[in-house]
């Protein structure tokens, strides 16, 4: 059961606001003429907005993308001069649970159109864009930056021509690219020197469609796999009668998978359909003979090849849709597939995720700050040239906030092209208001003295929740972890990023202030931001590091958690990376993900390492930790590191791992464990 904290407003505020959650009402327009108020000092990461003083506040969580999009970019227009419009877009942690926290008056409109007529004056026109290619999205999204426009559809930029708006078109992107590289190639050589070099924006220029609750609801499982299988041992051809659900125009069959909480799906690799034992559909996913039956891939990925495979996990699914010829009696599938299936079947069609719509979120703060924004997949040597070019042409340090195309794949590559050039990454493409919340301000670290126990010969474990390096993850699944009535029960490192300092600053206040004494915030991968050290150049690292050691010591994140990959392979940190952490953001020891068989190991300077072993559910964690117990000779102590991952496991799953161990075992805190470590090993209390 989540805990959702309750609205409080103080007799201080009542005094001034004039609201009703709910109620319709315009609100107020900043006039012209006002100063530019944002303020970014040179060895400031990211910017600093004019303070929240008040907030119009729409909830567009329903909305059309368009309008979605609209909203946004209006926001960053009006924001830039002083945060005054809230956007609600998402409601996982619950809708209003930042904007209450925030405690400033504010109204919330019935109608999102009151805003745009409340704040039409202060754009100066409407970028359209085309439709036909998503991409325009993105580059009509810089140019609003620019020209202090907002972005709109074509039907949209027709009312926004009429009254009460009258909002000119400065520009319209119908039919002026030809492909993505073209758009983002006259992007770069015509705009790119008006923008921003100190940050860079990776948005899709889409999203999926939010899908109808119950969207699923006919469909009826017909096969599941029972056990939690990952190595293909039960694969095999498995026979599928459809013939129950004959009937209608068509047959939908989709694989999901068994067990979600933990990270692995299924995987198929052919399928047979056969209409009374003819054959009407055969084929290998990835293939062109798939593509006639595939109705929705919802992000499912492939292997490449003819001998592919297309697999789902992550709550990722793919739905195959047959139609059998009139008068069929039976329809049978044939699946060659593994791991942990669950299939089910409809002939009632659902909604398809795979349409797609504009997204507000980041864009406000692309367009505030005049960045360019682009959406380059780093594994297609065309986008991935134009991508470099960007990169070659901004100073080490700097950040590029959103995310990268092709999922997994795309992130690794991604991360390690922008890490070659010295650039490090915000994961932050779906973090909502970003220019309300950096105009809050943040409160000194001051974390709760935790004792470190006595060495025995114990097992200590420490618990770490992944994602750290993502801000959309501070703002939205971090907020619901943390609200769990478990947290505190059991000692955990709850990863974050330091960036918070200037990105939110009411985000880091509300978790520095909440923490129990078992909780504790250390830095996401792999410090002040995601990047691979081994990747980043040698002759920038050290300088970096040295730059954001002001954020470590100001969050009280002075742990980090390290990812470390080249060509998507986990590796050690190199011996100059590794004096880097130990010499500029002078730990006491780092958590590493990397396959090492040792659990601890402390590199020459005495910096302890330890290796994170990844868990995804309570059985996972007990089968690690039984593990390290029988190869435990119980007359030294031992340590495991636990990696949490954030999306499937909860407070409340691991205090129940933590209460199924015996009293050999005992839980400690990032900062007790190293302590622990470098007493263990005969190392100064500090680095």
């Not at 327009?29 to 060895?43: F, K, N, R």
């Not at 095999?236 to 692995?264: I, N």
């Not at 990169?391 to 080490?396: A, N, Q």
């Not at 969050?555 to 998507?568: A, C, E, K």
């Amino acid at each position: 059961m989540i805990r959702k904290k309750p609205i409080v407003i103080s007799l201080a505020l009542l005094c001034t606001l004039s609201l009703s959650v709910g109620a319709s009402a315009e609100p107020a327009a900043q006039p012209q003429g006002q100063a530019h108020t944002i303020s970014w000092p040179d060895q400031q990461q990211l910017p600093t907005f004019a303070k929240v003083k008040r907030l119009e506040v729409a909830d567009i969580y329903d909305a059309p993308g368009d309008i979605k999009l609209l909203l946004s970019t209006l926001q960053g227009i009006v924001n830039r001069k002083e945060p005054r419009i809230y956007l609600i877009e998402s409601k996982e942690e619950g809708k209003l649970t930042w904007l209450n926290d925030l405690e400033v008056p504010f109204t919330q409109h019935d109608d999102y159109w009151d805003i745009v007529n409340a704040f039409k004056s202060e754009a100066k026109g409407v970028i359209v864009y085309d439709p036909q290619l998503p991409d325009s999205i993105n580059v009509a999204t810089t140019l609003a930056g620019l020209k202090n426009a907002v972005v709109a559809s074509p039907e949209l930029a027709q009312k926004l021509a009429a009254a009460p708006y009258r909002l000119p078109v400065i520009d319209d992107l119908r039919g002026r690219f030809k492909d993505r590289v073209d758009a983002y190639s006259w992007q770069f050589d015509h705009v790119w020197g008006e923008t921003t070099h100190r940050m860079l924006i990776g948005l899709s220029p889409d999203t999926s469609i939010r899908l109808p609750e119950g969207n699923f609801a006919s469909f009826k499982t017909i096969a599941e796999e029972p056990t939690q299988e990952r190595d293909a041992k039960n694969r095999k051809e498995y026979d599928l009668d459809l013939s129950g659900f004959l009937g209608k125009e068509s047959v939908y069959l989709r694989f999901e998978d068994a067990f979600p909480q933990d990270g692995w799906g299924p995987a198929v690799h052919e399928v047979t359909v056969k209409a009374d034992g003819q054959v009407i559909a055969h084929f290998i996913p990835g293939t062109a003979e798939e593509e006639p039956y595939l109705y929705d891939r919802n992000n499912s990925q492939l292997s490449a090849g003819n001998n592919g495979h297309r697999f789902a996990d992550n709550g990722r699914y793919f739905v195959y849709q047959f139609s059998a010829p009139a008068g069929t009696k039976q329809l049978t599938a044939t699946v060659d597939m593994w791991n942990q299936f669950k299939i089910s079947a409809s002939n009632v069609k659902p909604v398809s995720s795979d349409a797609k719509e504009p997204y507000g979120f980041l864009r406000d703060y692309a367009v505030a700050n005049k960045a360019a924004v682009f959406w380059l997949d780093s594994n297609v040597p065309q986008e991935r040239e134009l991508f470099e070019k960007m990169m070659s042409d901004v100073k080490p340090g700097t950040p590029y906030l959103g995310w990268f195309s092709n999922d997994v794949a795309g992130e690794f590559s991604g991360v390690e092209i922008t890490s070659r050039h010295g650039v490090y990454v915000l994961a932050a493409d779906y973090f909502g208001n970003m220019t309300v919340f950096s105009g809050t301000k943040a409160k000194q670290a001051n974390p709760k003295p935790v004792k470190t126990p006595k060495l025995e010969n114990k097992i200590y474990v420490t618990y770490t929740f992944g994602e750290g390096d993502n801000l959309q993850y501070n703002e939205h699944r971090m907020r619901v972890l943390w609200d769990d009535p478990s947290r505190g029960k059991v000692p955990i490192n709850w990863t974050s990023s330091p960036l918070l300092y200037d990105a939110a600053p009411a985000m880091l206040n509300h978790y520095l202030e909440t923490a129990t004494a078992n909780d504790r915030l250390v830095a996401g991968p792999s410090g002040a931001g995601y990047f691979y050290p081994n990747a980043w150049p040698d002759n920038s690292f050290a300088s970096f590091l040295k730059q954001t050691y002001s954020y470590m010591k100001k969050t009280g994140m002075t742990i980090p958690y390290v990812l470390n990959r080249v060509d998507g392979q986990n590796l050690p940190l190199s011996e100059t990376k590794a004096a880097a952490y130990r010499d500029e953001y002078r730990v006491p020891g780092l958590m590493l993900m990397y396959d090492n068989p040792n659990s601890v190991e402390v590199l020459d300077g005495g910096l302890p390492v330890s290796t994170l072993r990844e868990i995804s559910t309570v059985a996972d964690g007990k089968k690690v930790l039984a593990d390290a117990k029988a190869h435990w000779d119980g007359n030294s102590p031992l340590f495991v590191s636990i990696a949490l991952l954030a999306w499937n496991m909860t407070p409340t799953q691991v205090y129940e791992l933590n209460s199924s161990l015996g009293p050999e075992f005992q839980a400690v805190t990032a900062d007790q464990y190293f302590a622990l470590i470098r007493q263990a090993n005969g190392l100064p209390a500090k680095p």
